[in-house]
């Protein structure tokens, strides 16, 4: 079992910054991935960005040239680096992470990021 804990959500003005961070403890050496998704109201949980191990990095569409994902395999943290913030932008962010062999998925207890115009 893993558990995430997740910092670093807030409030912001659009064009703003934030960093979301996620710290994982239990049994991590089985990780393979680590990211972050996202759910706004009314809306189904969407990726945001996924870090996996080989270095494969993924961002959702909408999110590329603005945030940045980072991954430390010996810390066991999943960094969320997000510029240029947009209205459309605001959810809750669950940190997440998967161990391949079993299908297993693990999510932090969310953090929310509001984002004004």
């Known amino acids: 079992q893993v558990q995430l804990v997740e910092s670093g959500g807030g409030s912001v003005q659009a064009g703003g910054s934030l960093t979301l961070s996620c710290v994982a403890s239990?049994?991590?050496?089985?990780?393979?991935?680590m990211g972050w998704y996202r759910q706004a109201p009314g809306h189904q949980r969407e990726l945001v960005a996924r870090?996996?191990?080989?270095?494969?990095?993924e961002l959702a569409d909408a999110v590329k040239g603005r945030f940045t994902i980072s991954r430390d395999k010996v810390k066991n943290t999943v960094t969320l680096q997000m510029n240029s913030l947009k209205p459309e932008d605001a959810a809750v962010y669950y940190c997440?992470?998967?161990?391949?062999?079993?299908?297993?998925?693990?999510w932090g207890q969310g953090t929310q990021v509001m984002v004004s115009s």
């Open positions: 239990g049994m991590t050496f089985r990780i393979n991935a």
């Open positions: 870090a996996s191990d080989g270095g494969t990095l």
């Open positions: 997440n992470a998967q161990y391949w062999m079993t299908g297993s998925d693990f």
